[in-house]
Each structure stands twice: as C-alpha cells, then as structure tokens.
C-alpha cells in the first residue's frame, strides 16, 4: 500500500503562530491516543490525517482555500478554512476538543454524517468534514463542505483527505 504524501513535501505545509499553538496544535500523539480517538469518535481515522498530523498534530495549514465545482456561500469557487483539528482533545480545536463533532452536530444541527476536522471563516455556519456516508465507519471518507447558511447543504470538496490536502491553494489563486 503507497504511504500518504510520499512525493508531497508536508514540511512547510504549516504557519506558525501564537494562535495556531494556543487553539489547535496539540502534543505529539501515540498510537494508542489515535485509537482512543477512533473509539469516541466512531470511525476509523485516514491514514493520510494521520500522517499529516505527525508533522504537526494540527493547526493553520499556509495555503487555506480549495477549489470546488459549485458556489457555496463562502464563494463562486471555491470554499477556505481557518484550520484543520489536532488528534486528541487537549485543544479548543481537536477532534475531541471544545468543539468536536458532536458539539456541531447537537448545537448547530450540521449532519451526522463524519468527522468535523476542519472550521471555516464564517465562525461556525459552515464546516469541512470527514464523509463516511459512502465508506462505512472504517472506509477512506470523501471531504465535505456543509453549509449550514444552505439548509446544511454538502459540497464535495476531494474524494479523499490526501487529496484535500494537494488540492490547498494561496488566497492569490482565486483573485480576479
């Protein structure tokens, strides 16, 4: 089986600062923590997520859009992210953290449909998420979109999260 990102260069993927440490970059994680993870959670972590948080265990990637085939409100084409959730539950943005999937899905209604990994500028009303409607609990989750100002309506984004992860672009590719 081909391992995650092996010819993508993750080493300058991440930004750093004061806010990205404070809220969701947390400490280097075990095999064991990212199995306790999987239990509360309830499915299986891609390998790719896995891989990308032991370069970082989350936080605020540099490139932060990705291109969609469909407006959602954040724009005609494509959607941003403020950051993608750490592997635990020690920071307010973690898998298990203050705001993990659970928390969207009893407080803002969002579908129980995954795991809500990454949040987006909109503080809330709309919301990247782990797809494991296709796949079961153990498959490859496609990446959503949910746009909970769209009566929750879901975009795909990328069929897996290694492609999300390619797919990132700089703000400069979407000027006009």
Known sequence: ??????????????????????????????????????????????????????TQNGGIPKRTNHKTSE?????????????????????????????????WVSEWGYPPIGIYFADCPSAGHDMLCLDYRECGPSGEPRVVHIDQEWDYKITLVANSFELFIRGLE???????
């Open 71 to 103: 407006r959602t409100s954040w724009a005609e084409d494509h959607i941003a992210i403020t950051g993608i959730y750490s592997i635990g539950e020690d920071k307010t943005y973690s898998l298990c953290g203050e705001f993990e999937s659970s928390f």
């Open 170 to 176: 700089d703000d400069d590719a979407f000027e006009t």
């Open 1 to 54: 089986m081909n391992e995650p990102f092996a010819d993508f260069d993750l080493s300058d993927f991440w930004e750093d600062s004061d806010y990205a440490r404070q809220e969701y970059v947390g400490p280097a994680f075990t095999d064991l923590d990212v199995a306790r993870v999987e239990r509360k959670l309830g499915y299986k972590l891609p390998k790719s997520y896995i891989t990308l948080m032991r």
